[in-house]
């Protein structure tokens, strides 16, 4: 993602999975990403949009171009 030029976080503290996602939800950030093992295994991620509904399994090249297609597209991310 940093390679096609997208701003990047990793959140790798202790805390639950669910205070992660509270907290960043809190912060308004766009989109989070989960990586496991299963996720890093297939090279894809789940993504969880600001709005709520979490997408399991994309590969990392299809949402990369999703993102460039929304930012080309000058979409609210």
Do not use: C, W
Request: avoid cysteine; hydrophobic fraction near 40%; charge should be negative.
């Amino acid at each position: 993602l940093r390679e096609a030029g997208f701003r990047v976080e990793s959140d790798l503290s202790d805390s639950r999975m669910g205070a992660k996602i509270r907290h960043h939800q809190s912060q308004k950030v766009p989109y989070m990403l989960i990586l496991g093992e299963n996720e890093a295994q297939a090279n894809a991620v789940s993504i969880r949009p600001r709005s709520g509904e979490q997408v399991n399994g994309v590969p990392i090249d299809e949402f990369i171009a999703m993102l460039t297609t929304k930012v080309e597209a000058k979409e609210l991310l």
